[in-house]
């Protein structure tokens, strides 16, 4: 799992995750869904992830888990720093994956898991009331070819084959409905007030609904899986041109990518995750260790003010809330100077 640490500087980066490896309900699945029919015989190779607070954020609320075969992104919201806590707990339930337990049922159970555990910290305590999370898995199935996809929210995952780029994953947005619907056209959707908007996340309701999908996986795919971050920043032309130019190099495309998103803003924290799939033999990989459960998870939260809940969600918290703090200290004081003025009068 992997995270943006609190930094002093508002542009900060690290680098938090690379591999190399040797030469609840479902959502509706798409019409042309094909299980299972690469049939095997690929395997994962490099990947990379690299998270950035980006030009504009004081802290990085997106997390990232890039332990294979399990590939994740998870960008907070809530407001303070709320949404940070709930995306760590996201990834931290998705690292409790069971060895050997592969597929989409897979990923719908830990992320209903994930939105159970992030409900009830919100329930329990005020400070973290409306704080949720969106969230993109893949889990490659190496036996079986394919790759299975988690997905709640306006993250995405995208798959790069013989030069194409194909978005895996539907927008939870209010764009994103608009331009399913016919209402709204990409090029309006991008300049779209409203476009940061969520129909959909992890943990703010009871209940969440999870989209999924399995798609069979081919010698030479490179996979990506990204926060708004960078999709807010750089159009799909741009992100193919950078991968390509990086020789479709995870590690070098990460970096490209990143720093793309900042040279056109960098208005929000960038997370990108990068792996390709290779022909040969599946890897056994060491078996994992087992995680602490959750609960035994040290996850820090450091929150300014409560952030009310609400049917649709809005990335980040805004000024509103650090002025609501400020105004309730200096009420505080008012009141406290009051008392003691009394108390000597008399």
Not at 106 to 122: G, M, S
Not at 175 to 202: C, D, F, K, N
Request: charged residues 25%.
């Amino acid at each position: 799992m992997g995270r943006g640490h609190r930094f002093d500087e508002r542009h900060a980066r690290q680098r938090r995750s690379r591999h190399d490896r040797p030469a609840a309900r479902t959502g509706r699945r798409r019409p042309n869904r094909q299980d299972g029919s690469a049939g095997g015989d690929v395997r994962t190779g490099r990947g990379s992830a690299l998270t950035d607070t980006g030009r504009r954020r004081l802290h990085n609320e997106d997390t990232f888990v890039c332990e294979p075969p399990l590939f994740a992104v998870a960008d907070g919201v809530g407001g303070a720093q709320a949404g940070e806590v709930a995306s760590l707990l996201a990834a931290a339930t998705l690292e409790e994956r069971a060895a050997g337990a592969l597929g989409e049922e897979t990923l719908t159970t830990l992320i209903v898991e994930a939105n159970n555990r992030i409900y009830a910290r919100a329930f329990d305590d005020p400070a973290a009331a409306g704080m949720g999370t969106v969230v993109t898995a893949l889990l490659v199935d190496e036996t079986a070819g394919t790759v299975s996809i988690g997905h709640v929210g306006d993250s995405r995952a995208y798959r790069l084959r013989d030069g194409a780029l194909e978005q895996l994953t539907p927008d939870h947005s209010l764009v994103g409905e608009l331009v399913r619907s016919g209402r709204l056209s990409i090029e309006e959707a991008e300049q779209h007030p409203h476009r940061s908007v969520i129909t959909r996340a992890v943990g703010t309701e009871p209940l969440v609904e999870v989209h999924t999908d399995t798609l069979p996986a081919l010698p030479g795919d490179l996979y990506l899986i990204c926060s708004d971050g960078l999709t807010d920043m750089v159009k799909d032309t741009l992100i193919v041109e950078l991968i390509v130019a990086a020789d479709l190099d995870p590690d070098r495309a990460a970096e490209a990518l990143v720093d793309a998103a900042n040279a056109a803003g960098g208005i929000d924290n960038i997370t990108v995750l990068l792996f390709e799939i290779l022909a040969g033999d599946p890897v056994s990989g060491p078996t994992p260790a087992v995680p602490a459960p959750v609960s035994e998870v040290e996850i820090e939260m450091e929150v300014e003010v409560a952030a009310p809940a609400a049917p649709v969600h809005r990335h980040g918290a805004g000024a509103g809330g650090r002025w609501v703090a400020l105004l309730t200290i200096l009420l505080a004081i008012a009141i406290a100077a009051f008392v003691i003025w009394w108390s000597l009068k008399r």
